[in-house]
């Protein structure tokens, strides 16, 4: 999985990739709904978590098309981690093929398929693509974020987004958490900025809303994995916002044996980082 020199990819090869990388995405959201939920079989992770067809279908294809794409470049997959060779120094693909596997099995639509390239362990590109909802949010760090609204046998439309103003202090500000994955520092980080208007959402449709400037923040003080955070992370970034940890330090990627995020803060005005 690992080539002994892999490429390092800029911007400029990362706006190259973009478009055959979403029509990925879309293809794998698409093996998603293919899937009949109410007769699939769902199975269990060593970690508890459920995987099903659904996160396998779209494994395949991603993992097919990047093979294809990008054959030098290593990728790192939640499902795929047997083969993981860390560290990754240079620029590699990291994905999570059915991010909110639980809002998936329980019937909802905001799961996503998320699909990064990291660079010096920096998220640089990222997809975030929602087909329950027909929407897919990318960027490129330094060159903007988009949101498609993808629509049955028609060209998906392209809007440019952008993040907001962080209201000041004391005045009310929305704050996006998780449906799934309630944490006591989390909450206490919200109780601590008075005037949370809270938006419940599943999966990284959470960073999709921060790009796009409906939500002000998305914390989550408790550990998570970096595939179910790089891609957001682009896209956020490119969108004009900050990602940090609860110091305001910056977030590294593929360097860890666990690939595990201890704690991240998403905020759309990096003038609100610590």
């Given at each position: 999985?690992?080539?002994?020199?892999?490429?390092?990819?800029?911007?400029n090869?990362?706006?190259?990739?973009?478009?055959?990388?979403?029509?990925?995405?879309?293809?794998?959201?698409?093996?998603?709904?293919?899937?009949?939920?109410?007769?699939?079989?769902?199975?269990?992770?060593?970690?508890?978590?459920?995987?099903?067809?659904?996160?396998l279908?779209?494994?395949?294809?991603?993992?097919?098309?990047?093979?294809?794409?990008a054959?030098?470049?290593?990728?790192?997959?939640?499902?795929?981690?047997?083969?993981?060779r860390?560290?990754?120094?240079?620029?590699?693909?990291?994905?999570?093929?059915?991010?909110?596997?639980?809002?998936?099995?329980?019937?909802?639509?905001?799961?996503?398929?998320?699909l990064?390239?990291?660079?010096?362990?920096?998220?640089?590109?990222?997809?975030?693509?929602?087909?329950?909802?027909?929407?897919?949010?990318?960027?490129?760090?330094?060159?903007?974020?988009?949101?498609?609204?993808?629509?049955?046998?028609?060209?998906?439309?392209?809007?440019?987004?952008?993040?907001?103003?962080?209201?000041?202090?004391?005045?009310?500000?929305?704050?996006?958490?998780s449906?799934?994955?309630?944490?006591?520092?989390?909450?206490?980080?919200?109780?601590?900025?008075?005037?949370?208007?809270?938006?419940?959402?599943?999966?990284?449709?959470?960073?999709?809303?921060?790009?796009?400037?409906?939500?002000?923040?998305?914390?989550?003080?408790?550990?998570?994995?970096?595939w179910?955070?790089?891609?957001?992370?682009?896209?956020?970034?490119?969108?004009?916002?900050?990602?940090?940890?609860?110091?305001?330090?910056?977030?590294?990627?593929?360097?860890?044996?666990?690939?595990?995020v201890?704690?991240?803060?998403?905020?759309?005005?990096p003038?609100?980082?610590?």
């Open positions: 999985m690992n080539e002994a020199c892999p490429p390092r990819i800029d911007g090869a990362a706006a190259a990739l973009i478009e055959p990388l979403t029509e990925l995405v879309m293809r794998a959201g698409e093996a998603i709904l293919a899937v009949n939920r109410s007769a699939m079989k769902v199975e269990g992770k060593s970690d508890g978590s459920p995987v099903t067809e659904a996160d279908a779209a494994d395949r294809i991603i993992a097919e098309g990047l093979a294809r794409l054959p030098n470049v290593p990728s790192l997959s939640e499902e795929r981690t047997r083969l993981a860390p560290p990754y120094r240079d620029s590699f693909f990291l994905v999570d093929p059915l991010d909110g596997t639980k809002e998936f099995v329980a019937g909802r639509n905001e799961f996503t398929v998320n990064a390239l990291v660079t010096e362990g920096t998220p640089l590109l990222g997809i975030v693509g929602a087909p329950a909802l027909g929407v897919i949010w990318r960027g490129i760090v330094g060159r903007g974020a988009e949101r498609l609204i993808v629509r049955d046998g028609a060209a998906p439309i392209v809007e440019s987004i952008r993040t907001r103003p962080h209201p000041p202090r004391g005045n009310p500000w929305t704050v996006a958490v449906r799934s994955h309630g944490d006591a520092r989390t909450e206490a980080f919200i109780a601590g900025r008075g005037g949370a208007v809270r938006a419940e959402l599943g999966s990284a449709v959470k960073f999709g809303r921060a790009a796009e400037g409906k939500v002000d923040i998305y914390p989550r003080l408790a550990p998570t994995c970096e179910d955070v790089a891609a957001g992370h682009a896209v956020v970034t490119a969108a004009g916002g900050k990602i940090t940890d609860s110091h305001g330090a910056a977030l590294h990627f593929g360097l860890r044996d666990d690939f595990i201890p704690e991240f803060i998403a905020w759309g005005d003038a609100a980082a610590p």
